[in-house]
């Protein structure tokens, strides 16, 4: 039995991890992938305490600090790849970076680069579905909270939600810089005002 559930591994999840560790809740992290959007990020240069690093090398100090407690982890982005990988009318390109769309009145292509090895390729698509962490990730609570008019998740300063117990942080919430440092602090406070939710119940 759990006592605290956190849903994603971004910088957010990962910070209320930490937190609610700390203060030994009984903790299940649930999330897709560890890192969220840092692993689309090539150079951090404003996350205090480094001048420049990498987001996938973030990560791995985020996930190292988080695996030194004891908390259950439950991640889907393995299953979820490899259900992927099995559909025949799928290509996935994973370590490319977009450069480039083209068409004049319609889609026709998108240029995208292997970061490997630098080279570019031309793939010819009449639609394109751009997903790099504008839209809130808000579809899981669609219909449990009423979600502002940009589908993000309205909070108040303490990281609540309108239900008692369910606290957000995070880009996906309303609060309106989406940056690492902003989401880990937020993360941080809905952890700690979750442990207080939780001492309140039992007093
Ligand atoms: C290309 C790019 C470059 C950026 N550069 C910088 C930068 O230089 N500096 C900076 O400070 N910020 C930068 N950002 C922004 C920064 O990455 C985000 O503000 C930050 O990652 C938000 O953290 P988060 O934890 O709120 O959300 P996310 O990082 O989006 O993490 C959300 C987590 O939730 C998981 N998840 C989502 N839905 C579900 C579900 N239904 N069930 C389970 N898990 C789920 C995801 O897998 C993910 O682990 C950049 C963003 C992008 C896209």
């Known amino acids: 039995m759990h006592e605290l559930i956190i849903i994603g591994g971004g910088p957010a999840g990962l910070a209320a991890t930490v937190y609610a560790a700390r203060k030994q809740l009984k903790t299940l992290l649930v999330s897709v992938d560890i890192g969220g959007q840092m692993s ?3 150079g951090i240069e404003n996350y205090l305490g480094y001048q420049f690093i990498e987001g996938p090398e973030l990560i791995d100090k985020f996930q ?3 695996s ?4 259950d982890q439950k991640i889907g982005d393995a299953i979820l790849i490899n259900k992927l990988a099995d559909a025949k009318n799928l290509s996935i390109f994973t370590e490319h970076q977009t450069e480039k769309v083209e068409g ?3 889609v026709n292509g998108v240029l995208i680069k292997d970061l490997k090895s630098s080279e570019s390729k031309r793939l010819a698509v009449t639609g394109i579905f751009i997903e790099i962490g504008l839209m809130p990730n808000s579809e899981a609570v669609k219909g449990l909270i009423e979600l502002n008019k940009w ?3 309205p909070v ?6 309108t239900i008692p117990g369910l606290y957000a942080a995070g880009d996906v919430t309303n609060i309106p810089e989406k940056q690492i440092i902003v989401a880990a602090g937020e993360g941080a406070k809905a952890a700690l005002q979750a442990h207080r939710y939780l001492q309140r119940l039992v007093t």
């Open 104 to 106: 004049e009145v319609f």
């Open 64 to 66: 190292t600090q988080v």
């Open 156 to 161: 108040t300063c303490a990281c609540e939600t």
């Open 68 to 71: 030194q407690f004891p908390i």
């Open 40 to 42: 689309l990020t090539l």
């Open 151 to 153: 589908g993000e998740v």
